[in-house]
């Protein structure tokens, strides 16, 4: 009996162990074709499932001077279905190194703040519309048709995704500590800017421990909490070491989150869906969207004042959002009918000219563009920020309005 028990004591240690080994040995053929795959690029990047490896991402987060979220030091990149990333170089300040080196220069310098929409992580870098605007100016310039003083233009790309107006705000005012600026477009993006610049609302986009510009009593109040940077950064190196490295570890990470995120879906309402992102095409559904709207003007004017003092000239842009020129149709029926999507660009084209602040609003521009183009039209087929097209449809838009002919 002793011998008995002491065999099936060892058979049993033994199955754990083969099966252990064999679970090992399928997960490790299973990364090892999945990485070979991805390698010799016959596997399509998928971001639920290819690791985070594969973005060469290595920024680490950071808040500037001002209070500004940025990412310095590294590569930044963006997620999209079937493109490989395009890394985006960033320094220690969180300048793309080709705008840091143009600080220095006598020309005329017309800086970009925005979103996602400006900072353009899904193209190259030479694609974006900040820098087609660049080409086209010097080409206009050979051709006799700027004449700022007789420079040639340069143009900063300080987009950054994730951040509101109050963000891009105190960002301009540590790049205008940096140098000279003689225009300051600030790239506004109904979708989601107004959302971003409310503590509540924006709570679950927001970048980690974001400043916000808060009502209380009444008065408009800087709220710029102490960010952990290295608890952050922590998180960050220890995701991309362990979950970011493996194929199966990403996609059980990413399915259980979709999961959790899809099961919440289920349950929201079409209202509560409206008033957590959609509020901002129509009127103010209730106090938070209203107090949302207050923030934001007051943010522009201070924008537009802090411009007009070190004399810039200060020029809001609206940016036409991906659910106005082509995704509205992906949204439930009783949902899309419920929005005035034109709505946010009256809103801000009143505030403006009522405050004698330069307007741009490229919606007209773009939906007449897009009855020469096919779907996706300005977008990517998976993804609702500007391609190639949209970039290029910006940028055209801009030159077009005349603003720096003079």
Same mark, same amino acid.
């Given at each position: ?15 754990? =162990?083969? %099966? ?29 499932? %290819?690791?985070?490896?594969? %973005? ?82 010097? +080409? ?16 900063? *790309? ?33 979708? *989601? ?23 209380? *009593? ?16 922590? @998180? =960050? ?14 996609? /059980? ?8 995120? &899809?099961?919440?879906? +289920? ?15 129509? =009127?103010?559904?209730?106090?938070? #969207? ?34 106005? /020129? ?42 007449? @563009? ?9 977008? #990517?087929?998976? &993804?609702?920020?500007?391609? +190639? ?13 005349? @603003?720096?002919? *003079?």
């Amino acid at each position: 009996m002793i011998i008995s028990k002491t065999t099936n004591a060892l058979s049993l240690r033994k199955r754990i =162990l083969f %099966t252990c080994a064999a679970i090992t040995l399928v997960w490790g053929s299973v990364e090892a074709i999945l990485h070979a795959s991805t390698y010799l690029r016959l596997l399509p990047y998928v971001p639920t499932i %290819t690791p985070s490896l594969y %973005t060469r991402e290595t920024v680490k987060f950071k808040v500037d001077k001002n209070g500004s979220p940025i990412f310095v030091d590294g590569y930044k990149v963006y997620r999209q279905q079937g493109i490989f990333p395009k890394p985006r170089e960033l320094d220690s300040e969180g300048y793309v190194p080709v705008d840091a080196k143009k600080f220095g220069t006598s020309n005329h310098k017309i800086a970009f703040f925005g979103d996602s929409y400006t900072e353009g992580l899904q193209v190259d870098d030479s694609e974006t519309f900040p820098r087609l605007i660049e080409d086209r100016l010097k +080409q206009n310039r050979r051709n006799g048709l700027f004449a700022s003083q007789g420079k040639s233009a340069v143009c900063f *790309n300080f987009g950054i995704s994730g951040t509101g107006t109050y963000h891009q705000y105190l960002r301009y005012l540590t790049v205008s500590e940096e140098t000279d600026l003689n225009d300051v477009m600030l790239c506004f993006l109904p979708q *989601n800017d107004v959302l971003d610049n409310h503590e509540q609302l924006g709570k679950p986009f927001e970048l980690p421990q974001s400043p916000y510009l808060v009502v209380r *009593n009444g008065k408009f109040v800087e709220k710029h909490p102490d960010v952990d940077t290295t608890r952050i950064n922590r @998180r =960050l190196n220890w995701f991309r070491s362990t979950i970011g490295t493996s194929f199966v570890a990403t996609g /059980i990470y990413r399915f259980l989150s979709f999961m959790k995120t &899809d099961g919440r879906k +289920q349950k929201a309402e079409v209202w509560k869906t409206r008033t957590s992102w959609l509020g901002v095409y129509g =009127l103010p559904l209730n106090d938070n #969207w209203a107090e949302a709207w207050a923030i934001t003007e007051e943010v522009l004017l201070r924008f537009a004042k802090a411009a007009e003092k070190r004399k810039s000239r200060f020029t809001l842009v609206i940016v036409a959002d991906s659910l106005q /020129i082509s995704d509205a149709a992906m949204l439930p029926p009783e949902v899309a009918s419920a929005c005035d999507f034109e709505y946010p660009n009256r809103h801000l084209r009143k505030f403006c000219e009522e405050h004698d602040i330069v307007c741009l609003d490229s919606l007209p521009f773009f939906l007449e @563009r897009k009855r020469s183009l096919d779907y996706p039209y300005f977008s #990517w087929e998976h &993804d609702g920020h500007y391609s +190639q097209i949209g970039h290029q449809t910006l940028a055209d838009f801009i030159i077009s309005t005349g @603003r720096f002919n *003079n």
